[in-house]
């Protein structure tokens, strides 16, 4: 969820980061990280 965002965020990381949110009322989140 949106809290995970700021690890991936890092400057220290070299990795581009997508995600989505799939669902009414209960959200899935789908995180995609390419190195």
Excluded: A, N, Q, V
């Excluded at 700021?6 to 209960?26: A, C, N, R, V």
């Amino acid at each position: 969820p949106h809290f995970r965002r700021p690890l991936f965020e890092m400057e220290e990381l070299t990795w581009s980061i997508e995600w989505e949110t799939f669902g009414d009322g209960f959200h899935y989140f789908f995180y995609t990280l390419k190195k």
